[in-house]
């Protein structure tokens, strides 16, 4: 039986730094991350299979393939794959194909929730927030947008490391499946869509041009001022973000409702509809 | 605009693709960032993050799932910032020119996603080696990362350059382009937080995205505020409902 | 004011009480609906929906459930704005004008009620000549609409071509009654909200009668941005309640 | 057996449509909407009884009794009750007693929730939004006014006509009973309550002249400016609507309400404790 | 200042810290209602109430339970507005005279439940005459608050009298304090609302002092408004949490 | 067997009188309101024990001992406390014991429910709503305190007095158990800290007067305009709260706190930390 291997702590470290800044270094069609997963399980490889030449060739290939992942929460997988590693090193029944499918496993699941909260909440709530603040000229906001990401980002990210390394997958997966966390989903939720509807008003800027001539000398009727104004304001704004969240939700890209509203700017705008 | 702040436009547009660090995409992608390092390198940063913030408000809720983007967004910031600055725009007219430079689309998203992927036969050769995988950084980071320079500061830092020296004039000349492009960049951030909302629009939170809106269209909170009314708003609801889950 | 505007206004109230489609109590017999109506007759739209508008306050929340009906809902806003416009008067003393109007109580509604009734033997002929019921709406719709128009139209005609004449005197010489009927249609709404309380006040959702009231005591919200926040409110709580319900 | 007779479509149409025409055309104390009710149902009689006097002649009397019912949610009974004779035209076991049953025990019913709902919830808000509006001058109101109340209330009475013509009372009882109903008709509460609530604010108008002299040459107390108006703006308001529920709640009629507030108007005014 | 005001002012202190009636403790004893009576005192009941209701911020919240109390909260009130008053000082001087005074600490306070204790012996020996406890009110009531009257009534009145001579030549010669006093002043409802939280924030209520910060930070809302939005807020939320409990 | 006694409505009266008048007379350390609740009890006592000399002595020691209570839920061990003696001299099975543990066992929780509801919601509220009104000079507002106030105070007071003597120490308990009294402290506690979170706000007061220089000529950035007033107004107020908070419940003395806001305000108003 082989001897039990234990990655060093500066190995880890060097794992997840490497991860942090070169994750994405050489995004491709082919593999997407594979080959920056590679480069953040390189160390560890070299620890573990120093003595081994078969299985340290393996190793890197079994980590040069198709992987994608949302980055924070990417974090928990490398953990949990260097345990993985770890165990397999030390001659425990730790197959190549249990490795490839826990990462293949995971990649959607986290890509999903990460991509949500991450980019779909966190983001737009500082962001927002910031060009608020910012469009007063305050040189302030951006430095603490900077901060508050790093902060948040490499948290987040360190946090699941270490879950998904002492853990393991089970954990990962419990996770998901908590009350705790289903709560916290939800609240981001929540929290998200208040945020979101305020961007619709604040953000979102339609207003049309459609005047109804009132007859000689009296002035005509503007549907935005007369009605929308005074009925609901923003409403152009709420009917506009919900027709994209109806196309999105449809099927289409994102790059066929973004030619859409050009269409429609350039029509609305050209016809007096949208001023 | 001297050539060497044009450059380092140039080289603020590499970063902000590089990808390198996580956190960048989070922070110098997105134009209250850029924008206003934009306006350091030009000598104001006030205007810089003022016209980087109206620019970013275009992109809100733009999301990049599973590697795709719809637009350019540090394009719009970085060189949308610095031809206006540089060329004294009003901010919108600032507005009006980052439209198209973010409709130009992913360009350098797509192309470099292509064109890494020739260069993992290097890696794969490494790997046959067997050597310890030395080098194994130059296919994975450096090689890309150079390509990557080409395509972005190259081309940035000559549009810039050559740039600020042409916009005044071809806005006046497409003057009758800038309410289109007015009305256009008004439009976009409707379909981000439409693409946003087909991820957490659902059940019985739905009804909070109506409640946020009204707050906004009612009140006089700033976003700040909002966010932290919503935040409020969202433990009352939680724990509510987590007390009915546990009553069950 | 013309003999034929007088009519038109006759009419007006004639329509408003027919009952002739069900929508009609929901729209014409409001006052700010055949307020505004009245001000088209009269050529003065705007001062038509302000004093209906105004007028229509004083009877938010008049319900008639059951056949019962407390004042002459219609007779204030036709004949309050008519009178109100042809003589020139302020809001105000049309609303002093319109406080007795509605007063005068159910007149109408009680007269046809007692009067139809005559009209049912004929019906009952015709059931028991059982040839198709051939001519049914004769007994049932013709006949005592034409009734009603005698009793309706008539007189309104009449107090809006000579009332318009008198009016302005009238008021002069009773100045010192516009104070009093002030504060009498101040205290109506009362009478229409408590009324309406009456069905929906009860349980649980009493204390949102004190949110809405606090709403509008406290915030600069318009009714729109009150209804739309209600609306969220309720559909807020009613998510939490049949959530609880589904949780037992 | 008789053959399975159906009403065609146009008479359906017939039907509703009288129903929504003249549904109170010769309201009377007698039988109150009685011969408008047979009005409206003529033209199934016509249709279903037309081979068969003695039918037609009991049918025409049954629909001519005492009948009172809240105009939308009425379509329900016309609706079923239609369906109640085509079966027994068609032969099968379906009562005259049956018939009247249905009738008397779902006016009750549906008038209290239409009533209520209808009278109490939905015409307050529009008419109310309305008037803040309308106080402007703004011309577009009554006319959105119209369009709404029209689109509303057919709209429910033709819902209410269609469930109860093709589901039957068990589907109109059903509906009165189910959660969706139930939590619509708590919403509508809570709405309605929450926009009364407003209307008490911003409709109701009661304010007290009374003054409290603080002696020579000093500004006298006004309960009104310097009590109400700094505790509980609207206070008085509130008192008064509370008061009329109350009257009404212990059983006296509106008209005596509105003697009483006639009195209390004159009197508070006369004497100046109200102004 | 008359010698006789002062000594009312003194009786005034008394009254407060004499526990005579529980309301005292809730009434005269704080510095909004004995600011107001000080102020009646010397003439000016509007600069009094003003006084006093400043002087009470500071010790919003202050509780004493169990005996224990951190500061001579009348004193400030009492001596602080009588003072302030007599000097014509403005509120912001006032403000910094009243918080060394409230520093001052339970003098008073600690000492009568010292020196109470010795009137014991008293009670006890009538309890063993078993004389039908004749004259119990002299050791329990009379003799502790004659006791009580000339640690509190003597030394304010003396503090009034002269201090009011002093006070401006004195609170200029520090005036460098006053900025310092101010701080404190500002720190101190942190005290009191801290100790008071100490008993009520906790679980579920905890997010609600967040909302009703916000609810001040963001709204124009009194603190009457911001009452009775917290009433409503509380009996909705308590409805529902109810409802889950029955439901279990 | 003894015959049965009962005080009379006028001795019971005088006892909750004597109460509400002189609870704290004789505060001391020996036995807190030791004496004053023996002057409370009196004359029940006389009334009680008149005939019988050894259980007259016994009952005063026995009501002067260390006792302490909040004062209006202390209404209700008094109310209890009267009714048992009531039962012990009229021969039932109550012993010294009985009483004096009934004493001490509701001393603790029911002070803790009334200084935190009483002193914790109650007082701070109308206070704090009497000096935001105060401060603009409203004599009519200490007025209106001092009567809110006493009606409270002395409604609880009576009201616990009335429940302890009628209905005994199981009606007291179950009160303090009971739904509907929790669903009453939960409401009040949210209410407390929704009230307490606004006072944060709008009586705490603390201000930096850090400024960072931004080179010659250019206007120094202030951390307390620049940064706090537009990212969250009264953060620092909020700060401190929650320190002095943090510090009672890690058990310092109220006093202790006290004197480091001292010290803060002192070395923080010197420095110019804080302004
Ligand atoms: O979906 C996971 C992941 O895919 C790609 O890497 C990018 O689009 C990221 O922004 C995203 O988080
Ligand atoms: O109560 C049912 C019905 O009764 C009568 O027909 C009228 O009062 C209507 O307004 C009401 O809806
Ligand atoms: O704790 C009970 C009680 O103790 C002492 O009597 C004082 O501190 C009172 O204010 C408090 O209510």
Chains 1, 4, 6 share one sequence.
Not at chain 2, 110 to 121: A, E, I, K, Q, Y
Request: aromatic share 10%.
């Amino acid at each position: 039986m082989a001897e039990t291997k234990k990655l060093s702590k500066s190995t880890l470290n060097k794992c997840f730094w490497t991860w942090e800044w070169t994750y994405q270094a050489c995004y491709n069609y082919e593999n997407m991350q594979g080959g920056c997963f590679l480069d953040a399980m390189a160390p560890a490889i070299r620890e573990l299979y120093a003595d081994d030449p078969d299985e340290f060739k393996a190793a890197a290939a079994r980590h040069f393939e198709f992987y994608n992942i949302e980055n924070t929460t990417g974090g928990g997988v490398l953990g949990l794959v260097l345990a993985m590693e770890e165990q397999r090193a030390s001659g425990e029944d730790v197959t190549e194909e249990a490795i490839r499918s826990i990462k293949t496993g995971l990649m959607g699941p986290l890509s999903g929730v990460g991509d949500s909260y991450m980019q779909g909440v966190i983001y737009p709530i500082i962001l927002a927030i910031g060009c608020a603040q910012g469009v007063q000229g305050n040189t302030a906001v951006p430095i603490i947008v900077i901060l508050l990401q790093a902060i948040i980002q490499i948290g987040i990210a360190r946090f699941m490391f270490n879950l998904g390394y002492n853990k393991g997958s089970d954990a990962l997966l419990d996770l998901l499946e908590s009350g705790t966390f289903k709560n916290l989903l939800s609240g981001a939720g929540i929290l998200g869509c208040m945020v979101l509807g305020a961007l619709i008003m604040n953000f979102v800027s339609v207003h049309t041009g459609i005047t109804i001539p009132m007859g000689e000398g009296a002035e005509p009727f503007s549907l935005q001022t007369g009605l929308f104004d005074t009925l609901l304001p923003g409403f152009l704004s709420l009917a506009a973000t919900l027709m994209c969240y109806a196309l999105v939700s449809k099927g289409w890209s994102s790059t066929k409702v973004l030619l859409l509203l050009v269409v429609i700017g350039i029509v609305g705008s050209v016809t007096g509809i949208l001023a | 605009m001297s050539l060497f702040q044009a450059f380092l436009c140039g080289l603020l547009y590499f970063l902000a693709q590089s990808n390198v660090t996580m956190v960048s995409y989070g922070t110098i992608y997105r134009p209250l960032v850029n924008g206003f390092l934009v306006g350091c390198i030009l000598g104001d940063p006030v205007k810089g993050v003022q016209i980087g913030a109206t620019i970013n408000m275009m992109f809100i809720g733009f999301i990049s799932a599973g590697g795709s983007l719809p637009s350019d967004i540090p394009m719009a910031g970085i060189l949308g910032t610095a031809l206006a600055i540089s060329a004294g725009l009003e901010i919108d007219a600032a507005l009006a020119l980052a439209v198209p430079l973010g409709l130009l689309g992913a360009f350098t998203w797509v192309g470099r996603l292509t064109v890494d992927s020739f260069f993992n036969p290097l890696t794969e050769r490494l790997i046959e080696k067997n050597d310890g995988l030395k080098g194994l950084w130059l296919p994975t980071v450096v090689i890309p990362q150079i390509f990557l320079f080409c395509i972005t500061c190259i081309p940035v830092t000559i549009a810039a350059y050559f740039g600020s020296q042409v916009v005044g004039d071809f806005l006046g000349s497409v003057a009758f382009l800038i309410p289109i492009m007015s009305v256009i960049g008004g439009l976009m951030p409707a379909l981000g937080i439409g693409i946003t909302l087909k991820f957490i629009f659902q059940g019985e939170t739905r009804v909070f995205l109506f409640l946020g809106f009204l707050l906004a269209a009612y009140t006089e909170l700033d976003m700040i505020g909002i966010g932290l009314i919503s935040l409020i708003t969202a433990i009352i609801y939680i724990q509510l409902t987590s007390k009915i889950e546990g009553a069950e």
